[in-house]
């Protein structure tokens, strides 16, 4: 069991950053493959970034590569993503997600989901 809390979300201007965090309680946290998934107004939950249960892999949605990093330290159990670069077409509530076993964008494969956190980001 793993459960998930994500902060950090807010109000950005256009070209601003936020990192969100999510921290993860259980002691089997550094075996699972996490995921960020956001979720906008009328639209489906959409993959975003996800990282290997060692960080030594990371994947992102084409939207975001090279504005987007990934990252965990599991010493304390969390996972970050640091948005940079943020375009209104950003906005919505952020989802962190965890799943045992391989890497995959489908959030219906992801067993585990935070609160979501929201990132608004004005033009």
């Known amino acids: 069991q793993v459960q998930l809390v994500e902060s950090g979300g807010g109000l950005v201007q256009t070209g601003g950053s936020l990192r969100l965090s999510c921290a993860a309680s259980g002691r089997t946290f550094n075996s699972y493959v996490m995921g960020w998934f956001r979720q906008a107004p009328g639209k489906e939950r959409e993959f975003v970034a996800a990282i290997s249960w060692s960080g030594t892999r990371t994947y992102y949605t084409d939207s975001v590569k090279g504005r987007f990093t990934i990252s965990r330290d599991n010493a304390k159990n969390t996972v970050y993503l640091q948005m940079n670069s943020l375009k209104p077409e950003d906005t919505g509530i952020y989802y962190c997600?965890?799943?045992?076993?391989?890497?995959?964008?489908?959030?219906?494969?992801?067993?585990?989901w935070g609160q979501g956190t929201q990132v608004t980001v004005s033009s």
């Open positions: 997600a965890a799943r045992p076993g391989p890497f995959r964008t489908s959030p219906e494969l992801y067993a585990y």
